[in-house]
């Protein structure tokens, strides 16, 4: 039988994990969102906003605002769009992480690579390595999925993470 977490939200918006995940958020780097804010503006008056965010998470008035699109030039000529969140809602991401990373991980399967801790292209290179010598294989196959993550169907994912997580307040920031 699989465990369902019905009460997280409290721990997503503790000043401790606030504050852990701002340290995540600034050792990333990024550029500032929408509204400007740098990760340095936002380190400036960092324990005001934290416990603004703290607020907010607590009384259910926090909102993201818009993400700022940019677009990276491709190899082959033509560009990636590239979504950019505020500083403070990167922050209120890595909270939620920290918080259902522990929970969904252990479930992923093992030769899952993509965005996940400890993992690596070249610990999946070397793990298909390992699969070719084992088994005498010949050829890999690397497939980068177009605009993957644009066409995912986002209730599948809310029905998916609903079956570990039933904390509505955690459902609707993940949506």
Known sequence: MMKKWYSLIDKVYTIDNLRKAFKAVKSNKGA?????????????????????????????????????????????????????????DRVVQQALKNILEPIFEPIFHPSSYGYRPNRSCQKAVAKAERFMNKYGLEHVVDMDLSKCFDTLDHEIIIKSVNEKVSDSRILKLVG
């Open 32 to 88: 500032p969102g929408i509204d400007g804010e740098t990760i340095g503006i936002f380190e400036a008056n960092m324990e005001a906003n934290i416990v603004k965010l703290n607020h907010e998470l607590k009384t259910e008035t926090y909102e993201p605002l818009s993400v700022r699109r940019v677009y990276i030039d491709k190899d082959d000529g033509t560009k990636r769009p590239l979504g950019i969140p505020t500083v403070r």
